[in-house]
């Protein structure tokens, strides 16, 4: 009985010594239709079983069936390599797409886009694009006939990084009670400066060099009496990371009658009729 019990006791330990050797080569890596796995994987499944049976490195077509998953926890379609969390390869080239990503929530729609919440939840809605509103001053600033340089009218619009679309239509009236009436007038110029192309404390500015494509400022009449309207649109490409400001600016007057006395008043001032106003542009 004595010997059972001992020969009982040697196989208890046995089992044990053999389980405590096998748990250290429980990290097994786990290949589907392949008998060989890349070193960083601990899956790899091949769908078409076309992978080289010597265990050479798949090439890029011979991965677009495969399913992977790395040691650092990305998962891999179509790519034995994946840098990111989800990584998929289909094989498209810029000439010849091939799209293979599909999401089927009960809001796809022709043209709607994916997007997410604040929790990064995604699903499809309809595009809207960005839009950005200007803001008017109080009280606006007066501009000599005789200015040579831009004035910062202090009116301003606050766009993210990225290209955008300007417009802007700027009413002003010249408050020159004596000057002659045979349609005198002059022509000023406008633009958009920003923080770094103000100078003398804001007051003035040059044009930003955010500005892309065509001119860098508009030249309208504007008549000795009545309002008269200063438009502008141009491309503005933010390259910074964050918001940036850019400032209406007025003034680099041409007075080809050489009257005197003249003064644009509260230029940058919101009046019936002005606008200001942005909106996204592709990149």
């Not at 010594?17 to 890596?29: E, L, P, R, W």
Request: hydrophobic letters at 35%; aromatic letters at 10%.
């Amino acid at each position: 009985m004595e010997d059972i019990l001992f020969l009982f006791r040697i196989r208890v330990i046995a089992i044990f010594i053999v389980m405590m050797i096998t748990s250290q080569f429980t990290h097994a890596q786990i290949g589907i239709n392949t008998d060989y796995v890349a070193n960083n994987l601990i899956l790899q499944i091949d769908s078409k079983r076309n992978n080289p049976s010597d265990g050479t490195t798949p090439s890029a077509s011979q991965a677009l069936d495969d399913v992977a998953v790395t040691n650092t926890g990305n998962v891999g379609i179509g790519t034995l390599t994946p840098q990111t969390k989800l990584h998929i390869v289909t094989g498209g080239t810029t000439l010849s797409p091939n799209p293979q990503f599909r999401l089927e929530d009960g809001l796809q729609l022709t043209n709607r886009v994916l997007t997410c919440n604040a929790q990064g939840i995604g699903y499809w809605e309809d595009y809207v694009p960005g839009a950005s509103q200007g803001v008017w001053d109080t009280s606006g600033v007066s501009i000599s006939g005789s200015e040579t340089s831009f004035v910062n009218t202090k009116a301003k619009i606050s766009l993210d990084s990225g290209s955008w679309a300007i417009f802007y239509a700027l009413i002003v009236e010249i408050d020159t009670p004596g000057m002659a009436s045979n349609g005198n007038r002059i022509l000023v110029k406008t633009s958009l400066a920003d923080d770094t192309t103000l100078y003398n404390s804001g007051i003035n500015g040059f044009p930003t060099t955010d500005i892309s494509g065509g001119g860098t400022y508009y030249e309208y009449i504007v008549w000795q009496y009545g309002k008269s309207v200063l438009v502008g649109r141009y491309v503005i490409n933010n390259t910074t990371t964050g918001s940036k400001d850019y400032y209406l600016i007025a003034g680099s007057v041409s007075n080809p009658g050489a009257v005197t006395g003249i003064t644009l008043v509260n230029v940058g001032k919101e009046v019936e009729g002005s606008s200001f106003f942005a909106f996204r542009a592709k990149e």
